[in-house]
């Protein structure tokens, strides 16, 4: 069975196509499919790598080492999959491939055009997955009339042509907006949205209206007339800050029903409600813990989108509600001050000196005061620079990605890191495996001596400076082959960790990740006491 639902999207980004497509997935789970989700970026970047968060937000890295959108990480933890390089694809990175292939004469001497040679590396990529499971949901990024998505769209109206049109579903998501001055909801720029897509040969079968207030019948009479959509499948999405609730609100809707009538499917199994269930109950809180990441891109949740579910899907399964301080590093007036109000600290990764003292300084004030920490990456590094300096009295202690003549180089490149000339994709990625010491606070998380995690970073912790480290109270708990640092605790702290890599990308719903969890249930037990 190849079955393949497109998303996209008109009016304006951000509009939860991702969410809505990872919904839509998980219902179609519940009956018994087996789905997965494709990611098309319009982006001349061959991947968010070397961009900054600011622009794109987080970048998710796929257990074979692809530096993706953060999307891939909504779709990981809706739909419980493992994504890979087939999950995730650019404007950049496809034409790149074309380009190869015609460096190489593959296209015996043809003229290399949009079409039909982008649009056909572009359906290739479509069909990437079909053998692995029953239903590919295809998101393509942007919005509709952008100059550079327009050969992802023309690609889907070729892919709808070639295929049986049972086989295909369109999905547009849009806004209707409220306008205060009228006192109403809007539905031109949906009108205007399906239009554009229509002109391009694409009419949806469905429409995902976002909105903050609820669309009366005579308005979702309104859409379907001027948008050629039956008035059934004209879908409300109210806004909603719990995204694991949406799955049920579609499902309300019939979406799934509609969605597997035109396909012509029906389920494999009894539809199982239980996630629901499960999903409402990760919402009820007896208790509450104040948790401070401190980053330099405080300013943008979505720069540790990851990092925040992690904590919300760890305090929930703990029956807490994690109110998370995002705490700017680079400004770190008064950071201690903030400081104060918060039962755990954690410092997330990040390149560049840019508000690593800030950092340090929040890492000082965990230690000395034995407030929960985690440092991720970065923050790892971070807290191997604070106790080289503050306790092996290691002065100027540093990493040389800060200072490449530092006396004390206690976070360094690798020699093979230090001949690679390109940014984009070089660093160590993906999945790779540790080995846990027992008798460590590590052990007794991952009840495991071997674990794999993925990483993304380029400097390591210098294995030369272990055993002068280790006789101040640092204890290096986990190891690559032995060799290389994964993680560290320090002795005589109630949760005192760093990891080299991201745990943050395998958290799930119902499945917190066990750092997440233990460093959670650490800050729970230090509220409870009311130090602060």
Not at 309 to 337: C, P, Q, R
Not at 466 to 474: A, R, T, W
Not at 515 to 526: D, H, I, S
Request: charged content about 25%; some cysteine.
């Amino acid at each position: 069975m190849e079955k393949y639902i497109f998303i996209t999207g008109g009016v304006v980004s951000s509009l939860g196509k991702g969410i809505s497509g990872a919904s839509i997935g998980k219902l179609l789970q519940l009956h018994g499919f087996k789905v997965t989700m494709i990611k098309f970026d319009p982006y001349i970047n061959v991947d968010p790598g070397t961009m900054n968060p600011y622009q794109h937000g987080e970048v998710f890295v796929t257990i074979d080492g692809a530096e993706s959108d953060l999307d891939l990480g909504t779709y990981e933890r809706f739909l419980d999959i493992y994504t890979s390089k087939a999950n995730t694809n650019t404007a950049g990175d496809i034409y790149q491939t074309v380009i190869n292939k015609e460096r190489r004469g593959d296209y015996s001497g043809d003229t290399v055009q949009v079409i039909p040679h982008i649009t056909d590396e572009i359906k290739r990529r479509f069909r990437a997955l079909k053998d692995n499971f029953d239903v590919s949901i295809i998101e393509i990024g942007g919005t509709i009339g952008d100059i550079e998505g327009l050969p992802f769209i023309e690609a889907a109206r070729q892919f709808q042509l070639e295929n049986r049109r049972e086989d295909i579903f369109f999905v547009h998501a849009t806004l209707v907006p409220y306008i205060t001055g009228a006192n109403e909801l809007k539905t031109k720029p949906t009108q205007h949205s399906v239009n554009k897509l229509r002109e391009i040969g694409i009419s949806p079968d469905m429409i995902i209206c976002r909105t903050g207030y609820k669309l009366n019948s005579p308005l979702k009479k309104k859409i379907s007339l001027f948008c050629n959509v039956n008035e059934n499948c004209v879908i409300e999405a109210l806004d909603n800050p719990y995204v694991y609730s949406i799955p049920e609100a579609l499902h309300k809707q019939n979406v799934d029903s509609l969605i597997m009538e035109k396909l012509n499917i029906k389920s494999i199994k009894r539809f199982d409600k239980e996630w629901f269930v499960k999903v409402r109950l990760l919402r009820e809180f007896n208790k509450k813990v104040n948790i401070a990441v401190v980053g330099k891109y405080a300013t943008l949740k979505d720069a540790y989108k990851s990092i925040e579910e992690s904590l919300n899907i760890a305090a929930s399964e703990l029956d807490a509600k994690a109110e998370i301080h995002y705490l700017n590093a680079v400004d770190d007036n008064g950071l201690i001050e903030k400081l104060r109000n918060c039962s755990a600290i954690l410092v997330p990764g990040g390149f560049g000196n840019r508000g690593i003292e800030g950092k340090i300084k929040s890492i000082t004030y965990a230690r000395e005061n034995k407030i929960p920490f985690l440092g991720i990456c970065l923050g790892m590094q971070c807290s191997v620079i604070e106790v080289s300096r503050n306790l092996a009295r290691l002065e100027d202690a540093n990493s040389t990605e800060f200072d490449e003549n530092t006396k004390y180089p206690v976070i360094k490149i690798l020699d093979e890191q230090k001949k690679i000339k390109y940014r984009g994709g070089t660093m160590r990625l993906g999945n790779y495996k540790s080995e846990i010491k027992k008798d460590t606070i590590t052990y007794d998380l991952y009840r495991s001596v071997e674990i794999e995690e993925r990483h993304r970073h380029r400097y390591e912790m210098n294995p030369e400076f272990i055993s002068v480290l280790e006789k101040v109270g640092l204890l290096v708990s986990a190891y690559h082959k032995g060799v290389l640092p994964e993680i560290i605790e320090m002795r005589d702290h109630p949760f005192f960790i760093g990891v080299q890599f991201h745990p943050e990308f395998a958290s799930r719903p119902m499945k917190p990740h066990p750092l997440f969890k233990g460093f959670v249930r650490a800050a729970l037990e230090r509220e409870s006491t009311n130090y602060y």
